[in-house]
């Protein structure tokens, strides 16, 4: 079992509705989790970070953490196609960060 | 927040020979930095951590004599693939680690390394 996995899509939205990515983790004892953003040749830029459980909104985004569920997803309200990316989930173990593969997201005008 | 620079953004090389590859903190001194390797269509993987003043530590699978890191100073570390292969060629990017625990991590723009 990797110790983050995410559906590696791609996900296919249209413009103005709500997409959605989904995270689950292994380790019970993480208490860092993160998603990025990757455009194609690009490093990773930080979207959100989340420590507690619950909803934890930024614009149009929002994160959500269930560590009972070790589960952690993002939410994109009104998609647009400069969202087009690749999503990737990140826990935080002893100060370094591991990485699921990755969702391609693709919205579609 | 923390500025890294990294460079070169790309290189091309032929089988055999090395390339390096620096990651320099801008704003901030770097006791570490992560170093992360990126295949197509594949996550980033931890591949080292170096140390400034002591031996990096490699991943599980990461030969280091292939891939030595060098933390030269508080705002320099070093990668270099020696003896590249066509299967060495990824994406390789640097970061360093959060200030606190619980902090973000923000990363060099990385380096494209095609092996021919």
């Known amino acids: 079992q990797k110790e983050v996995e995410q559906n590696s899509g791609p996900l296919s939205v249209p413009e103005g509705a709500i997409a959605s990515l989904n995270c689950t983790y292994s380790?019970?004892?993480?208490?860092?989790f993160f998603w990025y953003r990757q455009y194609s040749g690009k490093s990773p830029e930080l979207i959100m970070s989340i420590y507690s459980n619950g909803d934890k909104e930024d614009g149009r985004f929002t994160a959500q953490l269930n560590k009972a569920s070790q589960y952690v997803s993002l939410l994109i309200r009104d998609s647009q196609p400069s969202d087009s990316a690749t999503y990737l989930c990140?826990?935080?173990?002893?100060?370094?960060?591991?990485f699921g593969q990755g969702t391609e997201l693709s919205v579609k005008p | 927040g923390a500025v890294v620079s990294q460079h070169p953004s790309r290189v091309i090389c032929k089988s055999g020979t090395s390339v390096k590859i620096e990651c320099r903190s801008l704003d901030f001194q770097a006791t570490t930095m992560f170093w992360y390797r990126q295949f197509p269509k594949q996550s980033l993987m931890l591949m080292a951590t170096s140390n400034e003043g002591s031996k990096a530590t490699y991943e599980q699978g990461v030969e280091k004599d292939k891939f030595l890191i060098n933390h030269a100073s508080l705002t320099l570390s070093t990668l270099t693939v020696t003896s590249a292969h066509p299967e060495d060629s990824s994406f390789y990017i640097c970061s360093p680690p959060g200030v606190e625990l619980n902090t973000e991590a923000f990363f060099g723009q990385g380096t494209r390394l095609t092996v021919v």
């Open positions: 990140a826990v935080n173990r002893s100060g370094k960060l591991i």
């Open positions: 380790d019970r004892g993480s208490q860092s």
